[in-house]
């Protein structure tokens, strides 16, 4: 069969299809993470709503609830991202290190 560049295209897709399938088995989400990010939203959410329908003094508990609830947001959200992760669940994250820079002078005392 003679070599055209339809067949060169389609073998260079199927080789970059199967590389980012491999590269996706590397990659999960932290179930411990959006489990906890999901009960702290939805206790955020309870204790705010609760503590609107009371009134009076109880209004205040907003300082201490609606955080909660926005941290819990937070966490779940970050949680949920599909990233490379070690052993522990945490993100493995690339360090940029440059051998072109030469380290920073040391202050002078």
Known sequence: ????????????????????????????????????????????????????????????AWVLTLPLAITGLAGAMTDLRKVERDDRGREVREVDVRQDREPAPRPRD
Do not use: K, N
Request: charged letters at 25%; hydrophobic letters at 50%; a positive charge.
């Open 1 to 60: 069969m003679p070599e055209s560049d339809a067949r060169s295209e389609l073998l260079a897709y199927v080789e970059r299809r199967v590389q980012g399938l491999v590269a996706d088995e590397r990659r999960r989400r932290s179930p411990f993470g959006i489990t906890l990010g999901a009960v702290l939203l939805a206790s955020g959410v309870w204790l705010t709503v609760a503590a609107a329908q009371a009134g009076g003094a109880w209004r205040l």
